[in-house]
Every structure is written in C-alpha cells, then in structure tokens.
C-alpha cells in the first residue's frame, strides 16, 4: 500500500475520528485509543471506505508482544502501524502489512543506532520526529532509501511545505486546521 502525498490525518479523540470519516480523505491514523474501541474503529472506517493505520505504542491496553500484535493482525486488521519499536515492524512486514517505524531525532548516537536498525527491518516508511529539521529528512532518506513522512511539531502550512520540500513523502499531524489545506 502507498501512502498518498501530503498531509496525513492523525487522530487522538473519537470527535476528530467522526469528522474524518465523513471526509474526502482516504487515510486516518489512530493514534490514541483503547484497546476495546480499536476493533469497532477499523471496522467503522472500512466500513466508509478509510484505510486505517494503528499507531501500536499509544494503544491503551495493547502489549507489544507476539500474543498482542496476533490480535492486532488477526482480529483488528489495520492497514497498517505505527511503532518505534522493530518487532512490531518486522511482525508487520511477516503479515504484509504496512510498516511505518518512528524515529526520534534526539542526538546523533539515536539517528545512527535507528538507521542501522531500521536497514535491517526494512519498514515501508520512515516517520522522523520531529518534522521540523528539514536537512535531517534529506539525509535519513538519502541514506535509508526508504519514503519518510515528517511528523511531530507540524503547526504551520509552512512547516508541511517545509518537510515536502525537504523530500519527505508526507507529513503526519494532529492538527486539524491543516489536513484540509490542499494540495501542495
């Protein structure tokens, strides 16, 4: 599966979750839930047409453990994840599901360490944390080869233009007044 280019809906509250599904917008990441809404939300968003990522850390309830990520596959079936941890991406990749690994820009030692990792699991993308260090998202896919998606800090247009300019595939945000600003 192929993200679409631009801005990508990431959801924390069942308000914002409504208002998307009666949107034009194809993809909405969950980023916050319970373990016992997640079922009937995927299931809603099919149901209405929505491709649903499942951010696997913030999942209330949700271990990060073979017997948990076997529910998520086999009971839930999200289009796909979202986790900094690389089991839960290689689980992913194992159930031909969408893997899309965090990384957090904190000092030079973490970008080395992740790279390294994530040249092993192999996600489909690469969301880089902060979004806003345009200079690291040319250099994390120039060495990696592998699409990223810029999030975390993302409050302006500019800063969306900023990223894709940088060469980021997307840019994820919570914000609402920006996943409507159009085509970049």
């Known amino acids: 599966m192929e993200l679409p280019k631009g801005v990508l809906s990431a959801v924390k509250s069942i308000k914002h979750f409504e208002y998307l599904l009666e949107s034009d917008e194809e993809l909405i990441i969950l980023l916050e839930t319970r373990l016992s809404l997640l079922p009937k939300l995927v299931r809603k968003g099919r149901k209405h047409g929505k491709k649903i990522l499942v951010h696997t850390d913030l999942i209330q ?106 060469g980021a595939h997307a840019v994820s945000t919570s914000r609402k007044e920006l996943w409507e600003i159009g085509p970049y």
Not at 103 to 124: C, E, G
């Open 61 to 166: 309830g949700l271990k990060n453990d073979d017997y948990g990520l076997e529910f998520l596959f086999h009971e839930v079936k999200p289009h796909g994840v979202i986790s900094t941890r690389s089991n839960v991406i290689t689980a992913a990749k194992r159930h031909d599901i969408l893997a899309i690994q965090r990384l957090f820009l904190i000092d030079s030692q973490a970008l080395d360490r992740n790279v390294a990792i994530m040249k092993k699991t192999q996600p489909d993308y690469v969301e880089v944390l902060p979004g806003l260090i345009p200079s690291f998202i040319s250099e994390i896919k120039e060495e990696l080869g592998i699409p990223i998606i810029a999030g975390g800090l993302i409050r302006t247009k500019e800063d969306v233009q900023s990223a894709l300019q940088a």
